[in-house]
């Protein structure tokens, strides 16, 4: 009795396990009716003329023999037989040839076989709960989870999500200024899901770019809602990162969409990645124009673009220099990696001190048209008025009335002087 409460209290355990690892109630039964199968086969050759049935919710088994009942001096297999005069000790109409049916109580087959079956139920629950968290994980790479921290380790943290399975952030994963205190909540991305040897490996990371992308679409409802398209990241985690966006709705400012109204929606992106102080760009195709956004805050004054080496040759007042180049040279290298090119800066020594750029224009003429203006290599007035105003036009794509506006502004600006 002491072995059959033994094993009912295994079935019970198992049930419970079921309803904590998400194990449905059909595989469970499987699982364990398969497990005693093996086991009578390992006991006795066959169990081809046994019923198991099953009951985890009341933690409960029963196992069924049937046998063909044959003459007292026929038996040949005790398994597949049963006496006449056993039989009738049962019943005693039984007879020659009828099947009967008795039930076998576990506890009779030794500590042996109940040890047995507690190995191959243990050997296969744990199967199916790795196949359980690797199925779950790897549907689930470039996700974000949150989880609890766990355990702290030097070269990295263990965390366990709400089903308490084990979640790996390495060292190269983590922030450099990323501090962790044990049974906080934390979140990553899901980069990595290995499965070697039926032993699910979840690798999470924060300075991904995708957790960067991912936090924005968290942060940013136009983002998440695909008016505004996160086109590039570059990044050096827990430092500085620049992030181009494109809208594709005219009504939206993508850049002004993501930092929010007095930055509110950039700074909860900023908080979680330790302070990284991010900026946000307005992508474009246009090569000069997206690297001369990607240098900002520092204002260009022109940029020769080299297509087949990928280079691009930017001018600047001296006094821009230093902006372009950034703290540690920070600002020039994250904007070659958002745009792709290798940038070499250069100070433009040639400028006409009466000259005036276009950017001091900003309050006269719309952003976009000097934009356009710029696109086609014009960064000061002179560069402008020393055109065709049919070549502006062409190069430009400007409407008539809008050169003729803008070289209005420029010629009255040097009339005055």
């Given at each position: 009795?002491?072995?059959?409460?033994?094993?009912?209290?295994?079935?019970?355990?198992?049930?419970?396990?079921?309803?904590?690892?998400?194990?449905?109630?059909?595989?469970?039964?499987?699982?364990?009716?398969?497990?005693?199968?093996?086991?009578?086969?390992?006991?006795?050759?066959?169990?081809?003329?046994?019923?198991?049935?099953?009951?985890?919710?009341?933690?409960?088994?029963?196992?069924?023999?049937?046998?063909?009942?044959?003459?007292?001096?026929?038996?040949?297999?005790?398994?597949?037989?049963?006496?006449?005069?056993?039989?009738?000790?049962?019943?005693?109409?039984?007879?020659?040839?009828?099947?009967?049916?008795?039930?076998?109580?576990?506890?009779?087959?030794?500590?042996?076989?109940?040890?047995?079956?507690?190995?191959?139920?243990?050997?296969?629950?744990?199967?199916?709960?790795?196949?359980?968290?690797?199925?779950?994980?790897?549907?689930?790479?470039?996700?974000?989870?949150?989880?609890?921290?766990?355990?702290?380790?030097?070269?990295?943290?263990?965390?366990?999500?709400?089903?308490?399975?084990?979640?790996?952030?390495?060292?190269?994963?983590?922030?450099?200024?990323?501090?962790?205190?044990?049974?906080?909540?934390?979140?990553?991305?899901?980069?990595?899901?290995?499965?070697?040897?039926?032993?699910?490996?979840?690798?999470?990371?924060?300075?991904?770019?995708?957790?960067?992308?991912?936090?924005?679409?968290?942060?940013?409802?136009?983002?998440?809602?695909?008016?505004?398209?996160?086109?590039?990241?570059?990044?050096?985690?827990?430092?500085?990162?620049?992030?181009?966006?494109?809208?594709?709705?005219?009504?939206?400012?993508?850049?002004?969409?993501?930092?929010?109204?007095?930055?509110?929606?950039?700074?909860?992106?900023?908080?979680?990645?330790?302070?990284?102080?991010?900026?946000?760009?307005?992508?474009?195709?246009?090569?000069?124009l997206f690297i001369q956004r990607a240098l900002s805050p520092a204002k260009i004054s022109s940029v020769k673009i080299h297509e087949t080496t990928k280079k691009a040759e930017i001018y600047l007042r001296p006094e821009e220099v230093s902006l372009a180049i950034g703290k540690g040279g920070l600002n020039i290298k994250l904007a070659s990696m958002l745009t792709e090119y290798t940038i070499d800066v250069f100070r433009d020594e040639v400028i006409d001190e009466n000259d005036i750029?276009?950017?001091?224009?900003?309050?006269?003429?719309?952003?976009?048209?000097?934009?356009?203006?710029?696109?086609?290599?014009?960064?000061?007035?002179?560069?402008?008025?020393?055109?065709?105003?049919?070549?502006?036009?062409?190069?430009?794509?400007?409407?008539?009335?809008?050169?003729?506006?803008?070289?209005?502004?420029?010629?009255?600006?040097?009339?005055?002087?």
């Amino acid at each position: 009795m002491a072995r059959r409460k033994e094993v009912i209290s295994m079935i019970d355990t198992f049930a419970e396990f079921k309803e904590n690892k998400n194990i449905d109630r059909t595989t469970l039964i499987s699982v364990l009716e398969e497990t005693f199968r093996n086991v009578i086969c390992k006991m006795f050759g066959s169990d081809e003329h046994y019923d198991v049935i099953i009951n985890p919710d009341k933690g409960d088994f029963e196992i069924w023999r049937n046998r063909k009942v044959v003459e007292d001096d026929e038996l040949t297999d005790s398994n597949l037989q049963i006496t006449l005069s056993e039989a009738q000790k049962i019943d005693p109409d039984y007879e020659i040839g009828e099947e009967i049916t008795d039930e076998v109580h576990f506890d009779s087959f030794g500590r042996r076989g109940i040890l047995n079956l507690r190995q191959a139920l243990a050997a296969k629950i744990l199967e199916l709960q790795n196949d359980s968290i690797y199925n779950k994980y790897k549907d689930r790479i470039g996700q974000i989870v949150s989880a609890e921290v766990y355990q702290i380790w030097k070269k990295e943290v263990l965390l366990l999500d709400n089903e308490s399975n084990e979640l790996l952030l390495p060292k190269s994963e983590q922030i450099p200024s990323d501090f962790f205190r044990k049974n906080e909540i934390r979140r990553a991305v899901v980069v990595k899901v290995d499965n070697l040897n039926n032993n699910p490996k979840i690798i999470l990371s924060r300075t991904s770019n995708l957790f960067m992308q991912r936090l924005f679409e968290l942060e940013v409802p136009e983002i998440h809602d695909g008016l505004i398209t996160i086109k590039k990241i570059a990044r050096i985690p827990g430092e500085r990162a620049k992030v181009a966006v494109e809208s594709y709705d005219d009504h939206i400012d993508p850049v002004g969409a993501c930092v929010g109204m007095k930055g509110v929606r950039i700074h909860g992106i900023v908080r979680e990645l330790c302070n990284e102080n991010i900026d946000v760009v307005t992508y474009s195709a246009n090569a000069a124009l997206f690297i001369q956004r990607a240098l900002s805050p520092a204002k260009i004054s022109s940029v020769k673009i080299h297509e087949t080496t990928k280079k691009a040759e930017i001018y600047l007042r001296p006094e821009e220099v230093s902006l372009a180049i950034g703290k540690g040279g920070l600002n020039i290298k994250l904007a070659s990696m958002l745009t792709e090119y290798t940038i070499d800066v250069f100070r433009d020594e040639v400028i006409d001190e009466n000259d005036i750029y276009l950017d001091e224009f900003a309050d006269e003429i719309d952003a976009w048209v000097i934009d356009a203006l710029k696109n086609i290599n014009c960064y000061t007035a002179k560069n402008v008025l020393a055109m065709e105003r049919s070549e502006i036009m062409e190069k430009a794509d400007l409407e008539e009335n809008t050169v003729d506006e803008v070289l209005a502004i420029l010629k009255s600006e040097f009339e005055e002087e």
